[in-house]
C-alpha cells in the first residue's frame, strides 16, 4: 500500500496564476482532509469530505476550492494564487471523521 | 470550541523517559483525545488515542487524568529518531468535524 500520495512535491507559483494539487488514498478511506502548514505553525484545516459525494470547509477556506473525485481522490485547487498562500500542504485520509488520519508527503508551494 | 495548550519545546537525553503533557481544560465528554507527531519535513503520523482510560502501544503510552482536563504522552526511552513536534488534539466522537486544532505542538530535541 501506497498510504496517501501527493502530487507535486513542490510547486512555484506566479501571483495570480491557478493550480491543482492532487491527493490519492489507497486505504478504502471515507474522509480526507486538506490541511495547510505554514512556518513554525500546526496544521489548518482547509476543506474535508467526510464521505464521497460531500466537501465542507475547514478553519481556512478562503481562496481554495475541492473536488471529491471519487473515494480514492480528493484535490485542492488554487483559482488565483497569493504569496499568503506560500506554504506546505497536507492531505490526510481516515476511515470516517473521527478516527485516526493518515498524511501525505506535503506539498510545498511558493507563491511569488 | 475545545482546544489544548502544550508547552513550545522540551529537551530530553537519549535513553531517558519523556513525558510530554497536554492540557485541555474544556474538552467534552465526546472527545477523544489524540497525538501526533511530525517528523522534519515529513507529514504528521498518528502516535496513540484515548477517551478516558490509559492507553499503550508499542510507540507510547498515553495517560490520562482522572478528570480527562489535561494528559501526558509518554515515551519510555528517547531515541533520537524521536525528535520531532508532537501534537496533541480533540476528535469528536460524534462525528463533528468543525475544525480540528493542531496548535504549534512541542518541539522535542533528545540529546545524545
Known amino acids: 500500500n501506497a498510504g496517501v500520495t501527493q502530487t507535486p512535491k513542490f510547486q512555484v507559483l506566479k501571483t495570480g496564476q491557478s493550480m491543482t494539487l492532487q491527493c490519492a488514498q489507497d486505504?478504502?478511506?471515507?474522509?480526507m482532509y486538506w490541511y495547510r502548514q505554514d512556518p513554525g505553525m500546526g496544521l489548518r484545516l482547509i476543506y474535508y469530505?467526510?464521505?464521497?459525494?460531500?466537501?465542507d470547509k475547514g478553519e481556512v477556506p478562503n481562496g481554495y476550492n475541492v473536488s471529491r473525485l471519487n473515494k480514492r481522490e480528493f484535490s485542492l485547487r488554487l483559482e488565483s494564487a497569493a504569496p499568503s498562500q506560500t506554504s506546505v500542504y497536507f492531505c490526510?485520509?481516515?476511515?470516517?471523521?473521527?478516527?485516526?488520519?493518515?498524511f501525505g508527503p506535503g506539498t510545498r508551494l511558493t507563491v511569488l | 470550541d475545545a482546544k489544548t495548550t502544550q508547552p513550545n519545546s522540551m529537551e530530553s537525553n537519549e535513553e531517558e523517559p519523556v513525558h510530554l503533557p497536554c492540557n485541555h481544560s474544556?474538552?467534552?465528554?465526546?472527545?477523544?483525545i489524540h497525538w501526533y507527531r511530525q517528523l522534519p519535513s515529513q507529514g504528521p503520523e498518528y502516535v496513540i488515542h484515548?477517551?478516558?482510560s490509559n492507553v499503550n502501544n508499542r510507540m507510547a503510552s498515553l495517560a490520562i487524568a482522572e478528570d480527562r482536563k489535561s494528559s501526558t504522552l509518554i515515551l519510555h526511552r528517547a531515541t533520537l529518531r524521536d525528535a520531532a513536534v508532537y501534537y496533541c488534539?480533540?476528535?469528536?466522537?460524534?462525528?463533528?468535524?468543525?475544525?480540528?486544532?493542531f496548535g504549534p505542538g512541542t518541539s522535542l530535541s533528545v540529546i545524545p
Open positions: 488534539i480533540l476528535r469528536d466522537v460524534t462525528g463533528s468535524y468543525d475544525k480540528v486544532i
Open positions: 484515548g477517551l478516558t
Open positions: 486505504m478504502n478511506h471515507n474522509s
Open positions: 490526510a485520509s481516515s476511515e470516517w471523521v473521527t478516527d485516526t488520519q493518515y
Open positions: 469530505s467526510a464521505s464521497e459525494g460531500t466537501t
Open positions: 474544556t474538552i467534552s465528554g465526546t472527545d477523544y
